[in-house]
């Protein structure tokens, strides 16, 4: 099944007007840009968000929010991240931009589904954003939503914003699940001649195996969305045992609480990789071609995100240690959760064996890339803690599970993004981004986050709970602590006005950038070798190319450069083999 | 160069940090001596791998950087060298969890001798029952929840009457002897947790949970709501009182039982207008933020509050006059308490049921005896380090 003539005979007609080109646009490359600006904008909303809330917790004396807007607040941070932000961003941008062009393929499978994403994914964010301007304002549930406390008044917004939130969820659910179809489906039918599974980018497979497990665990969410709405609503009782709310007594009966939890999180633990694969896969691109050495064990690298998609499905119930569930589970979860620790272990060593013995530039993906794995070793061995049940006990619900969450599924991707976005801004714009303006970027963000989230670790371990609005008079709390906090809300409020810079950058460059050419980076794999930069409507011009070996064939000995495109008709020379294994490569 | 330098100097400053930081585990006040240990086991785990990749990547970094005629080695894999990482990364995995799961198989099984106390949850404040002389715990349901009945005990049932209910009061344990907590709340789900003990447990409305652990140290312990509960979440409060044996003995047969507490409220003494502002602040739900015992909650205590002198958030006074606490009901944040968040809704009451909540908390005032005696506590007199400040009688 190395690829389908789907390739060869997919064929549009080119569109002509300003508005079927940018705006109802069927290209995934539009789409992808439009995916991601949304997506970007969106975060920039939650970054500010973010900032205020750090306001308050560095100066609880300035009055900057009251309790529920600060939970509001929170909420929306992290909703907007972690859904909002990092799944559209890495699947509806990167998946869309890459899919197709490092695959050969001419456009996605189903170009107007695909459209049709984006733009239920942008009535999604009008709603969510939307629910800023209701009564009531957002619902302050905390982005784990859990009922009953989300659709009871003691909560901000449990009339009207929790609807807004689930309502929005639901049509983004919608929006994931067209793209998602469209990506599996390209990957699988749309591979252009030589394109086996085996010699697909790591950034395919990340994404790929992420939207594969985007189409299992959303319908999760999906379901308890619509069941919660049903008990906010229509008065049914899934999540709703016999309640008080604010001394009244609730006309529902019998449902449980602990039942929302174990949707949420079966969908919500997998979300963790949703987001983590496409940046695995990302980063392991960006350090093979700036250290220009083929990427190490691709073959591991490959069954390890596949292993860890699967393996993802079986540990949900680690969030839920001290939620009151059997405690008899615990000993389960706590065995899967370690034991996905194993293949992410592998994908760690495997990127810094790639780093062993090549020829690193320190360009500015390169660094962005670096920092990522600095930052995802401390995530992700922190992990280890909490997956460890009897060592999460004390430390759930403190802010050890806030700077490890930061740490791994948001500061990490988030390095990726930027790496990913300076390596790849010069096929989307024919222009380079500015690299000084890079660098210092790189320098601000990563060390200040680094800044921000290790010693928040040690508030957690000191027992400080999360999700608090301030922390007066609590004696076990020392003044250190608080002196912390202020000093983490400074570089924090730093950090994020840091980040003008890349938007400086992006809108600069866009226009005024150093022209680039086809393929800066001297790139082996198949979007660097368009005939056209930014690649035209149909990206491969007459024909789709055709492939004959792995996408990291760098400083193969004998080759007269220091990387061999894909699309090089050479026989595979080189001592060990430069592709797929002998037997993976007939299949 | 200089990302290796810094890279360095992170791991460098990483551990340092580790060793000289001045947040660390409070104390410990319970049997979990073993949930300490397996924390330092893994931070010498993790911290162990942590110094070990980022070293690796710095010297990476440093003799494979880009220089004119420098040129990678082809290397695709190295399938030894792979499963001998994927060996001693399987080994660093069943060394975290295999002494994890025997501390958990302790965690998860409370000793037949533990005495068994119930914390019931709502928003925001603990309550709590012991079992009383029968050493069983009646029936309860949320159903049952009333301003005089807030944990919900089922008043027909003749295993409750002896429990002994304590509300907005400290939680009392005797020290060295196992506790199994079991946990119930009337409407969100809260958290219970008490740093310096370190286990903790969700409270989960419509179902029982527990945990144990066994307090080592007398003293007092702050207890915090460790799962988001709404808008006061991270005001939601406690406190346990870890004390002798007999000092527990002694109070806890000086409380009253549950059955004694109904019974005084048969009293046919009590003012029918008070009735009625008492179901009205049920109603209108003023007391899940005013308690009427003198405990701290979102609002100002209503306890002692008619006639006393407030001090306002501009830092004027006021006599909390009915005039005052008719217009803190329609307009509250006009004249709001100092230190009070202004997150009261205004109520739109008509002049009668004003009336009748001002009587309402025109009752709750305590005789002027009983203000000025603090509770005896003769263990806690002698340790003043233990910090507990006198608490008022606690069943009301």
New interface residues.
Partial sequence: MAYSAAAETHEHHEPQSFVTRYIWSQDHKVIAIQYSLTAISVGLVALVLSGIMRIQLGFPDSGVVDAATYYQFMTMHGMIMVVYLLTALFLGGFGNYLIPLMLGARDMVFPYVNMLSYWFYLLSVIVLLASFFVPGGPTGAGWTLYPPQAITPGTPGADWGIITMLVSLAIFIVAATMGGLNYVTTVLQCRCPGMTLMRMPLSIWGIFIASIMALLAFPALFVAAVMLIMDNTLGTSFFMPAVIAMGQQLDHEGGSPLLFQHLFWFFGHPEVYIVALPAFGLVSDLISTHARKNIFGYHMMVWAIVAIGVLSFFVWAHHMYVSGMNLSFGYFFAISTLVIAVPTAIKVYNWILTLWRGDIHLTVPMLFAVGFIITFVVGGLTGLFLGNVVVDIPLADTYFVVAHFHMVMGVAPILVVFGAIYHWFPKLTGRMMNERLGQLHFWITFLGTYAIYFPMHYLGVLGMPRRYYAYEDYAFIPQSAHDLNTFITVVALAVAISQVLFLVNLVWSAFHGKPSGDNPWNAASLEWQTPDTPPKHGNWGASVPVVHRWPYDYNVPGAPRDFIPQTDPRPETGEPHGGPGPQEGKA | MI?AI??AL?VIG?VA?HFV??????ALASN?S??DA??QV?FA??GV??VA??L??VV??IR???RPG?????????RR??WW??GA??AG?VG??AP??I??AD??RAPPDAMQVEVVG???RYGYRFPGADGQFGAA???H?RGDNPLGLDPDDPAGQDDIVIRGGDLRLPVDQPVEVL?R?????H?F?V??F??????????V?R?WFTPTRTGRF?V????????????MRGAVVVKGQEDFDAWLADQRTFGEQLAMLEDPEIDAQVIRGRNL????????CHSVDGSRQIGPTWLNLYDSEVTLADGSTVVADADYIRRSITDPGAELTQGF???MPAFDLDDADLGALVSYIRSLAEAPEDRSEPEEMPHEAQAPGD?EEPARGNTD
């Fill in positions: 990302l810094v890279l992170i990483s940090f930081t001045p947040w660390t585990v409070s979990w073993s949930m397996m924390l893994s785990i993790t791998v942590f990749v980022s690796f990547m990476a970094l494979f950087r880009h420098h040129r990678a080695r082809f290397e695709p894999d190295n060298l792979e990482l994927l990364t399987t995995i975290l969890l994890g799961l501390v958990y965690f998860v709502d928003q925001w349901n949320v159903r929840v946990l709340s009337n409407d969100v789900i958290g947790f740093p310096q370190r286990a903790k447990m969700d409270m989960v409305p419509g179902m949970t945990f702050e915090l709501c460790t799962q988001h509960c709404g808008v006061g979440h991270f005001n602040a049920e109603q209108h739900g003023c007391v899940a968040p202004p997150v910090g």
